[in-house]
């Protein structure tokens, strides 16, 4: 089976996935948006058993090409790979929206990869009205778990036709730590630590994340453990000044975007790991910080919450608004022994061996069968969605 799967641009985690999906489809990996500067990985993709193409070379690369120039070369990349089927990973890009009248052109069965939550954001009616004409133009659909399933479906799309996952990491890069760099290198910074792996954006939350580390740090005295906030982004200069304000910018560390061979050695010096987030569709990171045997501290407005963290078992859930109750599990977690610690890691092991990359190539291959079997003739709201939307691109 021919499959063209649309994906912005890839990284060490899609290269985990398409390495496993490639012996079991003829995978082409198309890049929209190459060069986009979203996520700065310098870590090249192995692509040993898929073939990767760019779209295009746009003038602004975090757009990528519009009207006319998206349309020509998707037309070119479709008549060279001549798929039997199609996935994208998303629907709200014009680059999707185009693959997609393609797809009902040709009469190319299409599948949607998605980890989209209704939680993620404020819905409003008529969005979700004309979001739901597009997605009903998939025959399938690859969620990351119960919520991203449950919002799929309440858009239109069968629950016969939704497979998982497709939120998987390469537990083993993570399971093993690399020797050199990381901050469990650093003698510096105290062996146990808290760790949040995290873009630097106002829904990521980390300045509340401040706020209960210096709260917990003011209360724990001496015996607190130190944080580490890894990553990039538009907020970087407003958060060394609330680290700065916060009275523990001593205990605080900002070591920058860290790539993806030198992640594990971080996780594997951390006493447990924290991701704030207000809204997150999944959280990747949880999964990395599963695999490396580290306990997990997730708010429970990521979508992974309820499907990877048990309360009491791999981690705890909290209220992302809760300074006071993020503090109070940062004292929890800190005082525990380090068998309790240990113990809650070989759980979120066990919990995270069912995300895997061979997880994801199995779900990606029933979901192509089923839209194979099941395609999708598309109705006339979604033709009018997707050409007013592309009109407007």
Same mark, same amino acid.
């Given at each position: 089976?021919?499959?063209?799967?649309?994906?912005?641009?890839?990284?060490?985690?899609?290269?985990? *996935?398409? $390495? @496993?999906? %490639?012996?079991?489809? +003829?995978?082409? #990996?198309?890049?929209?948006?190459?060069?986009? /500067?979203?996520?700065?990985?310098?870590?090249?993709?192995?692509?040993?058993?898929? *073939?990767? $193409? @760019?779209? %295009?070379?746009?003038? +602004?690369?975090? #757009?990528?090409?519009?009207?006319?120039?998206? /349309?020509?070369?998707?037309?070119?990349?479709?008549?060279?790979?001549?798929?039997?089927?199609?996935?994208?990973? %998303?629907?709200?890009?014009?680059?999707?929206?185009?693959?997609?009248?393609?797809?009902?052109?040709?009469?190319?069965?299409?599948?949607?990869?998605?980890?989209?939550?209704?939680?993620?954001?404020?819905?409003?009616?008529?969005?979700?009205?004309?979001?739901?004409?597009?997605?009903?133009?998939?025959?399938?659909?690859?969620?990351?778990?119960?919520?991203?399933?449950?919002?799929?479906?309440?858009?239109?799309?069968?629950?016969?036709?939704?497979?998982?996952?497709?939120?998987?990491?390469?537990?083993?890069?993570?399971?093993?730590?690399?020797?050199?760099?990381?901050?469990?290198?650093?003698?510096?910074?105290?062996?146990?630590?808290?760790?949040?792996?995290?873009?630097?954006?106002?829904?990521?939350?980390?300045?509340?994340?401040?706020?209960?580390?210096?709260?917990?740090?003011?209360?724990?005295?001496?015996?607190?453990?130190?944080?580490?906030?890894?990553?990039?982004?538009?907020?970087?200069?407003?958060?060394?000044?609330?680290?700065?304000?916060?009275g523990a910018a001593d205990h605080v560390h900002l070591p920058g975007f860290v790539q993806y061979d030198d992640l594990p050695s971080y996780y594997s010096g951390a006493g447990a790991f924290v991701l704030p987030s207000l809204s997150d569709q999944w959280g990747l990171a949880v999964n990395e910080a599963m695999a490396c045997g580290?306990?997990?501290?997730?708010?429970?407005?990521?979508?992974?919450?309820?499907?990877?963290?048990?309360?009491?078992?791999?981690?705890?859930?909290?209220?992302?608004?809760?300074?006071?109750?993020?503090?109070?599990?940062?004292?929890?977690?800190?005082?525990?022994?380090?068998?309790?610690?240990?113990?809650?890691?070989?759980?979120?092991?066990?919990?995270?061996?069912?995300?895997?990359?061979?997880?994801?190539?199995?779900?990606?291959?029933?979901?192509?069968?089923?839209?194979?079997?099941?395609?999708?003739?598309?109705?006339?709201?979604?033709?009018?969605?997707?050409?007013?939307?592309?009109?407007?691109?």
């Amino acid at each position: 089976m021919r499959l063209l799967f649309l994906v912005r641009r890839v990284g060490p985690y899609h290269d985990a *996935r398409y $390495e @496993a999906a %490639g012996p079991l489809l +003829d995978l082409t #990996v198309v890049e929209t948006r190459p060069v986009t /500067s979203e996520y700065p990985w310098t870590t090249k993709p192995f692509s040993r058993n898929y *073939r990767i $193409e @760019a779209l %295009g070379s746009p003038a +602004d690369p975090d #757009v990528g090409l519009r009207g006319r120039e998206l /349309s020509d070369a998707m037309a070119r990349i479709f008549a060279s790979a001549r798929p039997e089927a199609v996935a994208c990973t %998303g629907w709200a890009d014009p680059e999707y929206h185009v693959a997609l009248r393609l797809c009902h052109k040709l009469g190319i069965p299409a599948i949607v990869m998605s980890d989209s939550t209704r939680e993620d954001e404020r819905r409003r009616w008529w969005k979700e009205s004309l979001k739901g004409f597009v997605v009903r133009g998939f025959s399938a659909a690859l969620s990351a778990g119960s919520r991203s399933r449950d919002y799929l479906a309440q858009l239109g799309m069968p629950p016969e036709a939704i497979f998982e996952p497709c939120d998987v990491v390469d537990n083993m890069h993570f399971a093993v730590p690399r020797v050199g760099g990381g901050m469990s290198n650093d003698a510096s910074v105290p062996r146990n630590y808290f760790l949040c792996v995290s873009r630097y954006l106002p829904k990521k939350n980390l300045f509340r994340l401040v706020e209960a580390y210096a709260s917990y740090r003011k209360a724990r005295g001496e015996d607190a453990w130190d944080l580490v906030i890894l990553g990039s982004g538009e907020l970087k200069g407003p958060l060394e000044a609330a680290i700065a304000a916060s009275g523990a910018a001593d205990h605080v560390h900002l070591p920058g975007f860290v790539q993806y061979d030198d992640l594990p050695s971080y996780y594997s010096g951390a006493g447990a790991f924290v991701l704030p987030s207000l809204s997150d569709q999944w959280g990747l990171a949880v999964n990395e910080a599963m695999a490396c045997g580290v306990p997990v501290i997730v708010s429970n407005a990521c979508g992974c919450a309820p499907d990877l963290v048990a309360d009491g078992g791999c981690g705890f859930t909290f209220d992302p608004r809760d300074t006071g109750g993020l503090a109070g599990l940062f004292a929890r977690v800190s005082g525990l022994a380090r068998e309790e610690r240990e113990k809650m890691g070989s759980i979120g092991r066990m919990r995270i061996a069912g995300y895997t990359p061979q997880r994801f190539a199995e779900g990606l291959v029933s979901a192509v069968g089923y839209a194979t079997r099941n395609r999708r003739r598309p109705a006339p709201g979604t033709r009018f969605v997707l050409s007013a939307s592309l009109s407007r691109s």
